[in-house]
């Protein structure tokens, strides 16, 4: 089950903040999040395992709510190196099969 | 370290015929995981090896085929090629479930 991120796209000026939103109908073992540069590979940002669990990335921070199988990804105080398309990865189950199914991402462009 | 290596780097075929391409895990990670990148698709899940054994696989045809090699790379295949199957592949690696993946640049495959 894939994975609902939000929004799509979002542009901000430098110094800025942003949210990007990301749930299921499932119940998740983890949730990950990566952010893509055009033309690159995805990159890893953070990992979150248990429900309030916040965890931080200089001015990147995110926070997973287990009850209700969402994620949020912070972004503030924007850089231009913040652009680039994120997308939220997420684990259901506790099962020994992994797979990580990711959400259809959201653009991020910091303007100047 | 050496990050994972995807080879080749570009590919063009013509519809019918069958491709193989390969991963190269970074040194110590047993989990390899194959998705397909398309701009209208987002990333794809195909399938996921650890220690030689798929744990998982996507909704794919079954012309799309992987294995892994005892030293942890993986080779993926598609068959009978269709214009529909142009799209970037990339493989990422991992210690195992819940822990960051690792991609490489990808292999881009175009079917004319």
């Known amino acids: 089950q894939q994975p609902v991120q939000s929004p799509q796209a979002v542009i901000l000026r430098e110094g800025e903040d942003a949210v990007i939103n990301c749930s299921s109908s499932?119940?998740?073992?983890?949730v990950h999040w990566y952010r893509q540069k055009h033309g690159e590979a995805p990159v890893f940002l953070m990992i979150?395992?248990?429900?309030?669990e916040q965890k931080g990335h200089e001015k990147i921070s995110a926070s997973f709510n287990e009850k209700k199988q969402q994620s949020s990804l912070y972004l503030t105080a924007s850089q231009l190196s913040y652009s680039g398309t994120y997308f939220c990865?997420?684990?259901?189950?506790?099962?020994?099969?992994?797979?990580?199914?990711f959400g259809s991402g959201t653009r991020l462009l910091v303007r100047p | 370290k050496a990050g994972v290596t995807q080879t080749p780097r570009y590919l063009i075929k013509t519809r019918g015929q069958q491709v193989t391409l390969s991963c190269s895990p970074i040194?110590?990670?047993?989990?390899v995981s194959w998705y397909q990148q398309t701009p209208g698709q987002g990333l794809q899940f195909l399938f996921e090896?650890?220690?030689?054994?798929?744990?998982n696989k996507g909704n794919f045809p079954g012309r799309f085929s992987g294995r892994q090699f005892s030293n942890s790379r993986s080779e993926m295949n598609v068959s009978t090629l269709e214009l529909g199957d142009s799209a970037l592949y990339l493989c990422?690696?991992?210690?195992?479930?819940?822990?960051?993946?690792?991609f490489g640049n990808g292999t881009r495959l175009t079917v004319t």
């Open positions: 990422a690696s991992s210690l195992d479930r819940a822990r960051p993946l690792h």
């Open positions: 499932k119940a998740l073992y983890s």
């Open positions: 979150l395992l248990k429900g309030g």
């Open positions: 990865g997420t684990e259901e189950g506790r099962d020994s099969s992994y797979k990580l199914i």
């Open positions: 040194s110590g990670h047993r989990s």
């Open positions: 090896y650890f220690s030689e054994t798929q744990r």
